[in-house]
């Protein structure tokens, strides 16, 4: 008995139009999903960068912008955080609009935990402004014809200001501070010594302050040890002509910055318990020798400079970002 073989047609030219659609489809949809996730991430980025400039903005305003007229104790500006941050968040277009800003809060950041707590007080004082951006209902190109979208993109931000906490090598002054004198404006230094006093010269221990010290660290103040919040400082009153004469004839006019400590008498050692700026007025260099200056309750700090978390008064950290 003869077997019989089936034969199939071997004309294949329908196939070749499936298998085209398909790549086609594949084609689209990876071609799609390049253009529109690349869109997405253009406006997260967009979002993030609104959300950063209106944290920042907010935490410097939680501040007086007049620093030198700030009164202690220092009371939060919320509200004016809250509507300065908002609006240069809103400032910041996102895929050629404003982003809407969804939550917006004042509070403290803890250092040492690294965590955020909302609210609006003296103490612990207000330093943080956290803020969150949002795109509703973004359209997707190639994606949206697949049924893909619409999409909600959001980003947020945590910016701090706070009191400086330490100072870089060559950046801190050969005096230092009583606590009770670093908001109080006008400020005599006497240099006789005075058994008690507003502060005097002051190094990091374990070295000691003495004429030698001192001149040297005027004659190159970069080499100033760096300091921080917590180190200890050995203060001394010593009335030395040539320290004084050079203070005089290249200090006059400048701002400094200042160690402030919580002792005011002199051939005392105290831990640093923050840092403030002080502008030279005058220094007498015969009879009740001093110098004089004033003790300013807020002044700008380059971040590069410092590190945040130092007592309240004084030197203040550029705003950074901290989430």
């Keep these: ?83 300065q941050g908002r609006a240069i968040a809103r400032a910041n277009l996102t895929d050629g609009a404003s982003p809407a800003v969804g939550t917006i809060q004042t509070g403290a950041w803890n250092w040492q935990v690294g965590k955020f707590f909302p609210g609006c007080a003296a103490n612990p004082f207000t330093n943080t402004v956290a803020l969150t ?44 501070l009583g606590k009770k004198y670093a908001q109080k404006g006008e ?8 058994p008690l006093d507003a502060g005097g010269w002051g190094t990091k221990a374990p070295q000691v302050p003495s004429n030698s010290t ?23 009153n010593g009335d030395w002509g040539n320290v004084l004469a050079k203070l005089k004839s290249a200090y006059i ?31 007498e260099t015969t009879g009740h020798k001093y110098v004089k200056g004033i003790a300013k309750p807020l002044q700008d700090a380059p971040g590069s400079l410092s590190g945040p978390g130092g007592a309240n008064y004084g030197l203040l950290t550029s705003p950074r970002l901290v989430q």
Excluded: H
Excluded at 187 to 194: A, D, F, G, R, S
Excluded at 214 to 236: E, F, R
């Design 1 to 83: 008995m003869k077997k019989r073989r089936v034969l199939f047609s071997s004309d294949q030219k329908g196939a070749v139009i499936v298998v085209t659609a398909f790549n086609l489809l594949a084609i689209l949809g990876m071609a799609g999903l390049a253009v529109d996730l690349g869109y997405l991430y253009v406006v997260k980025c967009e979002l993030q960068r609104a959300a950063d400039a209106g944290a920042m903005a907010g935490a410097r305003a939680v501040y007086p912008f007049a620093l030198d007229s700030a009164t202690f104790p220092l009371y939060p500006l919320c509200s004016a955080a809250l509507v």
């Design 133 to 176: 951006t949002r795109r509703d209902n973004l359209s997707l190109v190639l994606m949206g014809l697949l049924g893909f979208g619409p999409v909600n993109l959001n980003a947020s931000s945590i910016a701090v200001v706070d009191f400086v906490g330490s100072l870089e090598q060559g950046a801190a002054f050969v005096m230092v």
């Design 187 to 194: 400020v005599y230094i006497y240099l006789n010594p005075e």
């Design 214 to 236: 001192i001149s040297g660290y005027l004659d190159n103040p970069a080499i100033v040890p760096a300091i921080k919040q917590g180190d200890t400082v050995n203060i001394n």
């Design 253 to 283: 006019g400048k701002t400094v910055w200042l160690a402030v400590v919580d002792t005011e008498k002199f051939k005392q050692s105290g831990p640093v318990e923050g840092f403030t700026s002080f502008t030279i007025t005058e220094v």
